[in-house]
């Protein structure tokens, strides 16, 4: 394909010419001679002419397909040169300003809409920025790693119940640490106890250790991932926190690497192993990619521009059929048990689906009824309670942000247990005692139309456009 640049200074010339050069067939249009002649000698192609005058692209040989590039720097008047291409038959124009101001070209723009306009600033900016923000986690990256160096035992703790995104954090991190498992335990206080992170445990090597409070001091280092050191018993001081959930306090560390506009912790430790130039391996991109997409929900919720580039670049590193075989069968006979009591007590009004399944032997079977109906046709809020011990625990999804969830379920129970959560999942537990004491419910079928009574009155509430905060997690295990 042609391509046509009509610069003014060297530096656009040569920059141009080192981009396009492979892949267009490029000529250079300059005014000044005695730069035609310099830039000729250095073996590009470049013509000297008036760059307004029709007849100046009549010899060039312009077709309507020929990409014509201009930079705008100002001190031509663009408006004649682009009629010259223009009437000359050109039609695919680029206008590229240097400049600050971009007046002229904005003015060009308005009269020809079919020239495209960009700024020099606007083509380096992603590049440049990113580069930058780089260096700063690189920065950032060494000094946990110094600081860990000489460390004779480190732990790695994950929350309660490790799901897919803490299990490939901790692997990840103890990778960065420069670590294997006799010097770096990757601990959390409660075991998993969902079949498809088990299997992902035992698919990728990842045994994760028990450890109590009365451990810790056994360590000399103690980092937490995806989790914060406020949600554990007898931890107020670690060393490292990589998290992103919102921000909490009640807690010191040495060094902290939180974001909260992450879809996963996975993307920010990728972040870290991409800064200082770390292989990835096909077990850490097999484990991170599945952390990424377990998280999001396959990027239905919560996800930013860093989410999605992590996982196109994990995607061709990662290994497709060990990840369909941790996702392996999501239902299983106990699961189907527990959403057909929650269908038994429910009730579906107005896009809510509420129930209650009763007694049940884990959260976990909870909070799959609560995914599990959110697939139901016409369902935009899902909130299903069960009574796990002696504790109601309440788990709530929704699909669009009207109303925030977490902001919800603080509102209803934080009086009575632990309550919090994001703007589209949240979770409460409660003592069940003192839920039947302040309500009056005790059977499921009680306790679902509840539960529906006091979504639909916070739903429809006059503020209810108000923009709520995301509402910290009081107490965090797999929401
Ligand atoms: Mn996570």
């Not at 391509?3 to 010419?17: K, N, S």
């Not at 480190?154 to 294997?180: E, F, M, N, Q, W």
């Not at 369902?379 to 796990?388: E, K, P, S």
Request: charged residues 30%; proline residues 4%.
């Amino acid at each position: 394909m042609k391509c046509l640049a009509i610069c003014q200074t060297e530096l656009m010339v040569r920059t141009l010419d080192r981009i396009l050069s492979s892949t267009f067939e490029l000529d250079f249009l300059v005014e000044n001679r005695a730069l035609a002649r310099r830039l000729h000698d250095a073996g590009i192609r470049v013509t000297a002419a008036d760059c307004c005058r029709v007849d100046t692209y009549l010899k060039a040989d312009l077709s309507p397909q020929t990409c014509v590039i201009i930079e705008d720097n100002r001190r031509r008047s663009l408006r004649r040169l682009v009629e010259a291409v223009r009437d000359a038959g050109g039609s695919l124009m680029y206008v590229l300003s240097t400049g600050s101001s971009t007046r002229a070209a904005d003015d060009v723009r308005q009269r020809y809409p079919e020239v495209t306009q960009f700024t020099l600033a606007e083509l380096t900016e992603p590049t440049l920025v990113a580069e930058l923000s780089r260096s700063l986690t690189r920065a950032r990256v060494q000094q946990y790693q110094r600081y860990f160096e000489y460390a004779d035992r480190v732990l790695i703790l994950l929350h309660d119940d490790p799901d897919p995104d803490a299990l490939a954090s901790g692997l990840t991190l103890r990778y960065i640490l420069r670590r294997r498992r006799a010097t770096c335990t990757i601990g959390a206080l409660r075991p998993m106890t969902r079949p498809e992170n088990l299997r992902m445990a035992r698919l990728l090597d990842i045994p994760v250790d028990p450890v109590s409070s009365a451990d810790f001091e056994k360590y000399d280092r103690i980092a937490t991932v995806d989790v914060q050191p406020h949600c554990v018993d007898g931890l107020s001081r670690v060393d490292l926190v990589i998290d992103h959930h919102p921000e909490q306090t009640g807690y010191n560390t040495v060094f902290k690497d939180i974001r909260p506009d992450y879809g996963s912790t996975s993307t920010i430790l990728w972040e870290h192993m991409r800064a200082v130039d770390f292989d990835v391996s096909e077990r850490n991109a097999t484990a991170m990619l599945y952390a990424i997409k377990s998280d999001t929900l396959f990027f239905a919720r919560h996800t930013n521009r860093q989410d999605l580039e992590a996982f196109t670049y994990l995607y061709p590193l990662a290994d497709p059929a060990l990840i369909r075989k941790m996702e392996g069968a999501e239902i299983t006979h106990e699961r189907l048990e527990y959403v057909m009591r929650a269908l038994a007590a429910s009730v579906h009004e107005d896009q809510v689906f509420c129930g209650c399944l009763g007694e049940a032997p884990r959260e976990d079977l909870i909070t799959y009824a609560a995914d599990f109906f959110l697939e139901l046709e016409d369902t935009r809020w899902t909130i299903i309670a069960g009574i796990v011990g002696d504790r109601l625990v309440v788990s709530l999804r929704n699909l669009g942000y009207a109303r925030n969830a977490g902001e919800f379920v603080k509102r209803a129970f934080a009086d009575l247990g632990s309550a919090g959560g994001h703007r589209s999942l949240a979770k409460a537990v409660v003592p069940f005692e003192a839920f039947v004491q302040k309500h009056d419910a005790r059977t499921p079928e009680e306790i679902a139309r509840r539960l529906s009574e006091l979504t639909h009155r916070f739903l429809h509430e006059q503020n209810g456009k108000a923009k709520d905060r995301d509402v910290a997690v009081a107490q965090k295990a797999t929401i």
